[in-house]
């Protein structure tokens, strides 16, 4: 193991290998609450006893007592060394580590939970400051051995401590040009995206290695001249661009930016990011250097940290559960602070999708694939990333490049829930999932939940959604302002009424499950007859708890109100006999529609995809027939 230790060159004399790159950044200057996300100070066993200190400076260095131990073995401190190893083409990985005065710096390796010392070295107080290295050459037996590797510092038991200056985990392989334009969907979020632009322009690394910025708004116009935006975009110069256009949905606003990276020939890659993350700025080096290393036919995406509990993961990619056809989250609710949770990520998780909260394609796989389906919200995801899956192009999620999102326990039971039915039975259609069958279980079932449980917006959603799947892929070519007006209008025919959250409402007496099938489908024939025969009642609300909610806790219940915990305002539900009627009565014939005829609409959609991921239809279908003028800023 390669192992050194010299003074600092400030003259600019100590030049970097000319294929040398910063593959991640060791980041200490960050928020109090998230700062152990980086790094963590202890006294180590054998360190002594008593007090330790680390005490963060401005600029990023941090100042040790006496017996203090540094460490990085956190989330964003340490390097997934599996996920590189496996997704890309390095092989020669070094770590460089500056610190001043007399301490020990080791390098470690964390793999299937065993912590390996790797190798150590001992500087002395000079009182200048000294950069040690450590080379990390690709020897293993089997990949498991691959986890992920951390450095720590320990300031010397005697003298006046030690001082921590910088670090970085560096690349030794020639990288592939990648020239990257990222790209951002908004809707009258100014204030969201105005934030996450500060974060990037206030980061020297990510403003010299910035290619293009594409905003693609759809909201109220004038977003660059906005007062929160006009700064940033200033600043930021004609490498931004936004556009503006109507509201396509977050796939007709970021296949826009798609487009608008096509038609810039100076452009390699394209990333989506949400408009309202709270962004790690060296997020963006961080997927630049995976691409620039990366195999052929691998996407990258990152992570999603809970913005509600920012040291929780939400998830890292998912993959589409044959059974249900929902997204199943990988690594759902990951402690980040605990070293379980550290290891859980270590290894890298077969996904068919990332998020596009955070995702990077190149765009010669773009060419290839083509461009995102026009499903407006909800599945254009999804649907992309089984795309890319099923013709051999697999992404990889990685560990310490991550935003943090609205989680979507936040998001529960809306308008969204069209859309989440329709584009569910199209992907299943597209990827030869679908089956009539099958579809009638879970459509049916879903439909059939909401009906008994009084929510009859939800009911009504699905039965449109079930209808414009049967109606076929023409109807992707409508405007979708037209399809979400005529949702809009069943919310004023089904929709819940709020409850404010000071109003006192008593709680409902919730019904255990029945044990035994034959006890559950007697109740649930009682149910069903129940919502079927008895007139409407005029009951006083009751109050129950999501975790309670359940057709069976309310097979006694007449009127509800709904406490998910996270909405400033409850929803009432009140059971209704005709409402029930006539669902059921619209419902029906959908159903049976779907049972006789759903595989060869499903045979149709899949028939139609090409056409409606191809850049002629997405111009078309967007009014931008011809190529968008998107010049290249001058050099930096």
Same mark, same amino acid.
């Given at each position: 193991?390669?192992?050194?230790?010299?003074?600092?060159d400030?003259?600019?004399?100590?030049?970097?290998?000319?294929?040398?790159?910063?593959?991640?950044?060791?980041?200490t200057d960050?928020?109090?609450? &998230?700062?152990?996300?980086?790094? *963590?100070?202890?006294?180590?066993?054998?360190?002594?006893? %008593?007090?330790?200190?680390?005490?963060?400076?401005?600029?990023?260095?941090?100042?040790?007592?006496?017996?203090?131990?540094?460490l990085?073995?956190?989330?964003?401190g340490?390097?997934?060394?599996?996920?590189?190893?496996?997704?890309t083409?390095?092989?020669a990985?070094?770590?460089s580590v500056?610190?001043r005065?007399?301490?020990?710096?080791?390098?470690?390796?964390?793999?299937?939970?065993?912590?390996?010392?790797?190798?150590? !070295?001992?500087?002395?107080a000079? #009182?200048?400051?000294?950069t040690?290295?450590?080379? /990390?050459?690709?020897?293993s037996?089997?990949? *498991?051995?691959? %986890?992920?590797?951390?450095f720590?510092? +320990?300031?010397?038991? @005697?003298?006046?401590?030690?001082?921590f200056?910088?670090a970085?985990?560096?690349?030794?392989?020639?990288?592939?040009? /990648?020239?990257?334009?990222?790209?951002?969907? !908004?809707?009258?979020?100014?204030s969201?995206?105005?934030?996450?632009?500060e974060? $990037?322009v206030?980061?020297? /690394?990510v403003?010299?290695?910035l290619?293009?910025?594409?905003i693609?708004?759809?909201?109220r116009?004038?977003?660059?001249?906005?007062?929160?935006?006009a700064?940033?975009?200033e600043?930021? #110069?004609?490498?931004?661009t936004v556009?503006?256009?109507?509201?396509f949905g977050?796939? %007709?606003?970021f +296949?826009?930016?798609?487009l608008?990276?096509?038609?810039?020939?100076g452009?390699?890659?394209c990333?989506f990011?949400?408009?309202d993350i709270? &962004?790690?700025?060296? !997020?963006?080096?961080r997927? @630049?250097?995976?691409l620039?290393?990366?195999? =052929?036919?691998?996407?990258?995406?990152?992570?999603? &940290?809970d913005?509600?509990?920012?040291?929780?993961?939400?998830?890292?990619?998912?993959v589409?559960?044959?059974?249900?056809?929902?997204?199943?989250?990988?690594?759902?609710?990951t402690d980040?602070?605990?070293a379980? #949770?550290?290891?859980?990520?270590?290894?890298?998780?077969s /996904?068919?999708?990332?998020?596009?909260?955070?995702?990077?394609?190149?765009?010669?796989?773009?060419?290839?694939?083509?461009?995102?389906?026009?499903c407006?919200?909800?599945?254009?995801?999804?649907?992309?990333?089984?795309r890319?899956?099923?013709?051999?192009?697999? +992404? !990889?999620?990685?560990?310490g490049?991550?935003?943090?999102? =609205?989680?979507?326990y936040?998001?529960?039971?809306?308008?969204?829930?069209?859309?989440?039915?329709?584009?569910?039975?199209?992907?299943?259609?597209?990827?030869?999932?679908?089956?009539s069958?099958?579809? &009638? *279980?879970?459509a049916?079932?879903?439909?059939?939940l909401?009906?008994?449980t009084?929510?009859?917006?939800?009911a009504?959603?699905?039965?449109?959604?079930?209808?414009?799947?049967?109606?076929?892929?023409?109807?992707?070519?409508q405007d979708p302002?037209?399809?979400?007006a005529?949702? $809009?209008?069943?919310?004023? *025919?089904? %929709?819940?009424?709020?409850?404010?959250?000071?109003?006192?409402v008593?709680?409902?007496?919730?019904?255990?499950?029945p044990?035994?099938?034959?006890?559950?489908?007697?109740?649930?024939v009682?149910?069903?007859l129940?919502?079927?025969?008895?007139?409407?009642?005029?009951?006083?609300?009751s109050?129950?708890?999501?975790? =309670?909610?359940s057709?069976?806790?309310?097979?006694?219940? =007449?009127?509800?109100?709904?406490?998910?915990?996270w909405?400033?305002?409850m929803?009432?539900?009140?059971?209704?006999?005709?409402?029930?009627?006539?669902?059921?009565?619209?419902?029906?014939?959908?159903l049976?529609?779907l049972?006789?005829?759903?595989?060869?609409?499903?045979?149709?959609?899949?028939?139609?995809?090409?056409?409606?991921?191809?850049?002629?239809?997405?111009r078309?279908?967007?009014?931008?027939?011809?190529a968008?003028? +998107?010049?290249?800023?001058?050099?930096?």
């Open positions: 193991m390669d192992q050194f230790a010299r003074p600092v400030t003259s600019g004399a100590d030049h970097p290998r000319p294929t040398e790159q910063t593959l991640q950044r060791v980041l960050r928020p109090p609450e &998230l700062r152990a996300l980086y790094w *963590r100070a202890a006294r180590l066993q054998g360190e002594g006893t %008593g007090a330790f200190a680390a005490e963060l400076q401005p600029g990023g260095a941090i100042d040790l007592l006496p017996g203090t131990t540094l990085f073995d956190t989330y964003f340490a390097f997934f060394e599996a996920h590189w190893r496996m997704n083409r390095l092989k990985l070094r770590l500056t610190v005065g007399a301490c020990v710096v080791r390098l470690l390796r964390r793999a299937i939970g065993v912590n390996t010392l790797v190798a150590e !070295t001992r500087v002395a000079t #009182g200048r400051a000294q040690v290295g450590f080379s /990390v050459p690709e020897r037996s089997n990949f *498991r051995e691959y %986890g992920l590797l951390y720590e510092v +320990t300031a010397s038991m @005697t003298g006046s401590g030690a001082e200056i910088e970085a985990w560096l690349g030794d392989e020639a990288p592939v040009p /990648v020239s990257l334009g990222i790209v951002f969907c !908004t809707f009258n979020r100014e969201f995206m105005a934030a996450v632009l974060v $990037m206030a980061d020297p /690394v403003m010299a290695g290619d293009r910025v594409f693609v708004n759809q909201g116009p004038g977003l660059r001249q906005h007062a929160s935006i700064p940033f975009a600043q930021l #110069g004609a490498r931004l556009i503006e256009q109507g509201n977050g796939a %007709g606003g +296949t826009r930016g798609m608008a990276t096509l038609d810039d020939p452009l390699t890659h990333a990011l949400d408009d709270r &962004l790690e700025p060296d !997020t963006i080096p997927l @630049t250097a995976f620039s290393l990366a195999n =052929e036919n691998v996407a990258v995406g990152g992570q999603m &940290l913005s509600v509990q920012p040291t929780r993961l939400y998830e890292a990619g998912a589409i559960d044959n059974h249900s056809w929902f997204p199943r989250a990988i690594l759902h609710n980040l602070l605990s379980d #949770g550290l290891d859980s990520i270590a290894q890298p998780q /996904v068919h999708f990332n998020g596009w909260w955070c995702f990077a394609v190149s765009l010669e796989i773009v060419r290839r694939v083509g461009l995102p389906l026009p407006f919200i909800r599945g254009d995801d999804a649907e992309y990333g089984m890319l899956y099923r013709q051999g192009v697999f +992404t !990889t999620v990685l560990p490049a991550a935003v943090w999102h =609205e989680p979507f936040l998001k529960l039971g809306n308008w969204q829930l069209y859309y989440e039915t329709r584009n569910l039975l199209i992907l299943a259609a597209l990827h030869d999932r679908f089956s069958r099958a579809a &009638l *279980r879970r049916g079932r879903s439909w059939l909401h009906l008994l009084f929510r009859y917006f939800g009504a959603l699905i039965m449109r959604g079930i209808a414009d799947f049967l109606a076929g892929p023409e109807i992707l070519d302002q037209a399809i979400h005529g949702i $809009m209008a069943l919310r004023q *025919r089904y %929709g819940a009424q709020p409850v404010q959250r000071r109003q006192v008593e709680a409902a007496v919730v019904s255990r499950m044990r035994g099938r034959p006890a559950f489908l007697f109740w649930f009682v149910v069903l129940r919502n079927a025969l008895l007139p409407t009642s005029r009951a006083e609300p109050l129950v708890q999501t975790a =309670e909610f057709w069976i806790g309310l097979r006694h219940a =007449e009127h509800i109100v709904l406490d998910n915990w909405e400033p305002e929803s009432a539900y009140r059971r209704d006999r005709s409402v029930f009627w006539e669902l059921t009565k619209q419902t029906l014939p959908l049976l529609r049972q006789r005829r759903g595989d060869r609409v499903a045979a149709d959609w899949k028939a139609a995809a090409p056409r409606l991921t191809s850049v002629g239809f997405w078309r279908y967007l009014g931008c027939d011809t968008a003028e +998107t010049p290249a800023p001058p050099p930096r």
